[in-house]
């Protein structure tokens, strides 16, 4: 029993092989879709075509006459039973919030939106039946173009007389936190440099892997939710506030689910439908999404305007930054909504020294599907347009982008350091992080190209692009939340129970979906509690099992979820001590606890941490007044965010005849404090750079003149795969976090937050000297060749798909889609 | 994602398969390989009342040699096509074509008639058979008939294969000794061409004697690009000379505009790949 303490590698710092990847990639695992209830009823949604109708109509009678139909239910026939969809995060006192009934009765407000659903015995006659209900619309105009809806040109919501939802302002001045922005930017149109500029985040979507899935069951005394969601215990409390069924009677499940990207991080129409008919009729249902209503109606991300204005002096620099953004909120507010880009108003100041900054966010209202937090949520479209106008300012001062940063970033013997957003940086070394990405690149060499390239007139020009990025993450301190007005705190909770046997189970509230929790977790606890790798089960995903969280997001699973893990370990510890002196009839102050092993000071005897918690299970010789559990947890709320930050450089050739473009190399150096598990952390850097990297070149949501998602299908909404990523170079410097005890920094959107800016300026810097100093995103080869040989890459996309899979027959019906709006 | 229902039929032979398109008719639709009919079913964009499945008629499978042409059938998988030693022989373009055509999964399942019958014009495939001058052997109730390239697409997702009828073989005359390139422009690897351009030319001392060249996706259909064709013969394989001929590539097309590019953009792009194409077909 004794072997633990012969354990000599820590578990930290190991290239753990992920225990949760058996299951997750062979698929045979608990999926929401894979569930199967005794008498489960299958359900499909009738959805809208139109991006702004009123519904005049619904005739059901042929759907319920369908084979095996059990019932076809309206809005009006669910009522108040379907709840609301919550807004959980007014930014705004006086915001103007549309109510969000997940199946409206009289107006839908985008296409895709569900006016009746179907219940039948398998899917397919649902699906069969659902395009039998007939539905009449009286189309109403829709709200489309973001600055056209900004300016109510057409309302979305005709009933609220405006589109603009909230103005969010943060003022240095008015804060206290740094001078006025307005009065730098005048200084500098007299003695100094002012760069303006308008850049576009695009729509995207977040395209996780599984389908959004919802089961409940409503046959046992609390009524069981299975739902593919990251937010299994935030759901359960917007039910019960919503529905008027006590939370204490709701169980909700998040079983393996199958990624999100904040995608998942929802409280969904469909969820509150499927919840109502399971209440209903009594029995258990299932909806599962289809992979074209999953990118119509699952919530989008980004869609802002973004006006900016920096002021510097002559030498670079900086002295004010003006922030004017302008984001689309799709049809509703959802549960953060507005909230994201919020998110990202104190990072635009990024990691350098502005005296004076001013952020504004009117957040509109259009007919479109809602948008919401995806990877970053805030972060990268704030990293997006600090990167692009660094760029831009070295360009203008005439010095290389590396310079003009270095110049104004903050050196790290300044931490830590007050930003000019209020925020406290703790940590941080950019020098050291800069210097280690600009070898391992060749800079120097690559520059040497560059110039070669441009003066030889080379069909193939290279770029070089280059992101200094810092980010804030660990969502959140809940006093911070607080004062931000949202609607919960930013705590997190863990326990630890031990098992008679030695085994340890690890209960955490930061419900995985596919990041690596339960190896992650393992290790720190395994090495906490010396206690082998193997013998630790992290649970999570469970309301009754977990029965507090605030779940995953915000790349707050390690730094916050992790804490609360390392002190409900540290407590069992404390609760050993005393039943481990009694035992080895020693005194509490005499007893050493040291990889998994209870020992006297100063003698050889000892007790094994399982050999005292069979010694607890059993109970039959414990001390008087201790009571026989050592199990502990611990709820733990930050006190501050933390920092991560690096440097990403890359190249990027430019086909001048095609604008076709091709990544040459790319190199990060990440600071993300101390790394738990390597092969973890390098999955996380890879796949967020290819997701960012996929915002700077291929992925936009398109809709058309009468608000249709062109980009419906992944025919038309292009996610790379491996075939079009290269190998990236990832590397790390160290700077641990001085505010959680295992010194670690959030990574989770790190790779997506840094890439898009550094891919875009590469781009930008290679055929800068065709007179171009912006393409918008995606830099599609189009908008390349177009800003080549005209100076201007800012076309909005064609709204039209190719006909691959539409053309042949046309629409048979209703369907999934809504392409109906074109008929 | 679940497709109306309809019935299936697994014929084993050509025969078996003409009598149940007889039989049924508009209702019935014909599967190959389904990389294309099974999206469309599953989003229902088309609800047959019965699918025919060639998958079983093994005499539609296969590449055999015929005097001056090959006769592939309509049946071989892209796979085996792509790793075939007499198309590599003899008609080299398809497989350069094969090479880039959507994914490994894909050339596994997906056919060389299927692709071709069902002539969506960003194919991979129509250009090249057209630039090889391939004819299409279609069988129906009364037998067998042979169409020309030229005349087998007819419009968007159209063909000349009529009601009742099954396209059972491509014959494809040899090229041998001919170079070829397949030059396709993408944004990701997955993707369908934005514009694609199918060469092949014989070159004989630096001169080219003989050109084909096809277009992919610059109209309704592929196009043969006849005009760059006589252009390059007699021209030295050359750059220049190339350019001068690239330059015709737009003569009677009709691209579209769409999410990947305007048609102007197309336009541009068919010059360009075309001299790209030539070029690197006759190894300059």
Known sequence: MTAVADKPDLEIGRDRRRKEDQRLITGRTRWTDNLVLPGMLHLAMVRSPFAHAKIVSIDTEAAKQSPNVVGVFTGADLGEAQGACINAWAITPDQVTPPHVPMPSDRVAFAGETVAVVVARTAAEARDAAELVDVEYDELPAALDLKESAADTVLAHPDLGTNKSALWV??????????????????????????????????????????????????????????????????????????????????????????????????????????????????????????????????????????????????????????????????????????????????????????????????????????????????????????????????????????????????????????????????????????????????????????????????????????????????????????????????????????????????????????????????????????????????????????????????????????????????????????????????????????????????????????????????????????????????????????????????MEVDTETGGVLMR?????????????????????????????????????????????????????????????????????????????????????????????AVVNAVVDAVRQFGVNDIQMPCTPERVWRAIHSGDGGDETEGAAAPHFTEETGMQGQTDRTDGANQ | MIPVQFDYLAPTSVEEALAALAEHGDDAKVIAGGQSLLPVLRMRLNAPEVVIDLGGIAELRGIREDGDSLVIGAMTTHHDVLNDALVKEHALLLVRAEHQLADAQIRHRGTFGGALAHADPAGDLGAPALALGAEFVIAGPGGSRTVAADDFFVDLFETAIAEGELLTGIRVPKHTGWGAHYEKFVRVAHQWPIVAVAAAVKVDGGTISEARVGLTNMGSTPIRARAVEEALVGQPATEDAVRTAAALATEGTNPPSDLNGAADYRSHLAQVLTRRAVLAAAGA
């Open chain 1, 665 to 757: 190399k790319y190199v990060c150096v990440d600071d993300i404090g101390n790394i738990i598990n390597p092969m973890i952390v390098e999955g996380q850097v890879h796949g967020g750079l290819a997701q960012g990297i996929a915002q700077a070149l291929w992925e936009e949501a398109v809709y058309d003149d009468s608000g249709t998602l062109v980009s419906g299908s992944f025919v038309d909404y292009l996610l790379p795969t491996s075939a079009d990523t290269i190998s990236f170079e990832v590397d790390h410097t160290t700077t641990a976090s001085t505010t959680n005890t295992l010194g670690t920094k959030g990574v989770g959107e790190a790779g997506t937050i840094a890439s898009t800016p």
């Open chain 1, 170 to 651: 943060f003022d240095s001045a008015e804060a206290g936190t740094g001078s006025s922005a307005d009065a730098a930017i005048e200084k500098a149109r007299g003695d100094g440099i002012v760069i303006e500029r308008e850049y576009r985040q695009q729509r995207l979507i977040p395209a996780f892997m599984e389908p959004r899935s919802t089961v409940v069951d409503p046959t046992g005394e609390q009524i069981t939710v299975w739902s593919a969601t990251q937010i299994p215990h935030i759901l359960r409390f917007a039910i019960a506030a919503t529905t008027g069924v006590p939370e204490s009677k709701i169980r909700v499940i998040a079983p393996d689910v199958g990624g999100g990207f904040g995608g998942k991080l929802q409280q969904t129409p469909e969820e509150m439908i499927t919840f109502a008919v399971a209440r209903k009729l009594g029995k258990p249902v299932k909806y599962t999404e289809t992979r074209s209503e999953s990118l119509m109606t699952a919530h989008h991300g980004r869609d802002q305007w973004q006006k900016l204005t920096l002021s510097a002096e002559k030498d670079g620099t900086v002295t004010g930054l003006k922030v004017e953004l302008t984001a689309d909120l799709g049809a509703y507010i959802a549960i953060v909504g507005g909230g994201v880009p919020v998110l990202g108003a104190f990072m635009f100041n990024a990691i350098y020294k502005f005296p004076a900054y001013h952020f504004s966010c009117q957040t509109v209202l259009t007919n479109k599907t809602w948008t919401d937090a995806y990877r970053g949520a805030g972060r990268p479209e704030a990293t997006y347009a600090i990167e692009r106008l660094m760029d831009e300012l070295a360009i203008e001062v005439g010095v290389d982008p590396l310079e003009i940063r270095e110049k104004n970033w903050i050196k790290h013997e300044e931490f830590p350091f007050t930003t000019v957003a209020g925020l406290e940086y703790d940590s941080g070394n950019y020098e050291a992080a800069t210097a280690k990405a600009k070898e391992a690149f060749g800079y120097d060499e690559l520059r040497a190209e560059q110039k070669q390239r441009r003066e030889s007139g080379d069909r193939i020009q290279l770029g070089i692009g280059i992101s200094t990025f810092t980010e804030m993450c660990g969502l959140a301190p809940s006093r911070v939340l607080g004062s931000l007005n949202y609607g919960a705190g930013g705590w997190e909770h863990a326990s630890v129970r031990m098992l008679a046997t030695g085994k340890v189970e690890v209960i955490t509230g930061a419900s995985a979906h596919g990041q690596g929790h339960e190896t992650a977790f393992s290790q720190i606890v395994a090495d906490r509690l010396g206690v082998a790798f193997e013998d630790v089960e992290v649970l999570h995903g469970d309301t009754q099992i977990a029965h507090k969280g605030l779940d995953t997001y915000g790349s707050r699973s390690l730094v916050v979820g992790g804490e609360a893990l390392v002190k409900a370990a540290d407590k069992v510890i404390e609760k050993a001590k005393p039943i481990a002196a009694h035992l080895l009839e020693a005194s509490v102050d005499d007893i050493e606890f040291s990889a998994g092993r209870f020992s006297v000071r100063g003698t050889d005897q000892g007790l094994a941490m399982a050999e005292i918690a069979m010694a607890t299970f059993a109970a039959h010789n414990l001390p008087d007044g201790i009571e026989p559990s050592i199990d502990s947890d611990a709820t733990y709320d930050p006190v501050n965010f933390n920092y991560p930050h690096g440097t990403h450089l890359c190249a």
